[in-house]
């Protein structure tokens, strides 16, 4: 079977992909723009809020992403198993965490915000991986719009509104894929 049949029957399953080979790990792993943290290739991005966070995964070589998975948060903390388990099942290069800023440039100390970049530095620490912070402002009202253009069109389905925050990571991938030097690294 050729190989190219096999990828495409990972990811239509939404299993993870299988180990990269030796000739895929060179030099040929970034797009011009965008910043070469640690020569990544796979990224997840994460739209972290009070009671879920959603994750998706995106490749640089392609600049696109996908949704991934909704982590449930309980009592205030992440569910980490399910984080860490994401992370040794995708093996990706960086992450991408939101960070939610007030529509006027602000940047404040707001609640939302303290946990996102909290989220990001407990990544960094955990994952040895760096992590990116970007402007995650409006992306959920992003994600609704085009949630609601997926339903209109039948691609989608009430019962996948839980998905919302997974396409709101989306949109933070993205915005890390169109704009590289507006994000910042977290600090571990």
């Given at each position: 079977m050729p190989r190219s049949c096999s990828r495409r029957r990972w990811r239509r399953a939404g299993r993870p992909r299988p180990a990269a080979s030796a000739s895929t790990s060179g030099a040929l792993r970034t797009t011009p723009g965008v910043p070469d943290p640690g020569g990544a290739a796979t990224v997840l991005a994460f739209d972290v809020g009070s009671r879920r966070i959603g994750v998706a995964i995106g490749n640089v070589l392609s600049a696109s992403g996908r949704e991934l998975a909704v982590?449930?948060?309980?009592?205030?903390?992440p569910d980490w198993a399910r984080i860490e388990t994401l992370l040794r099942d995708w093996r990706p290069d960086a992450l991408v965490v939101?960070?939610?800023?007030?529509?006027?440039?602000?940047?404040?100390?707001?609640?939302?915000?303290?946990?996102?970049?909290?989220?990001?530095?407990?990544?960094?620490?955990?994952?040895g991986l760096p992590v990116w912070l970007v402007d995650e402002r409006s992306t959920s009202m992003d994600a609704?719009?085009?949630?609601?253009?997926?339903?209109?069109?039948?691609?989608?389905?009430?019962?996948?509104?839980?998905?919302?925050?997974?396409?709101?990571?989306?949109?933070?991938?993205?915005?890390?894929?169109?704009?590289?030097?507006?994000?910042?690294?977290?600090?571990?």
């Open positions: 982590v449930d948060v309980r009592a205030g903390a939101g960070d939610p800023r007030l529509l006027d440039d602000e940047s404040g100390d707001q609640p939302a915000r303290r946990r996102a970049r909290g989220f990001a530095r407990e990544a960094a620490a955990r994952s609704a719009r085009r949630f609601a253009a997926g339903r209109a069109a039948g691609a989608r389905r009430r019962s996948q509104a839980r998905d919302l925050d997974a396409l709101a990571a989306v949109i933070i991938l993205e915005r890390w894929f169109e704009a590289p030097e507006d994000a910042e690294p977290a600090s571990a």
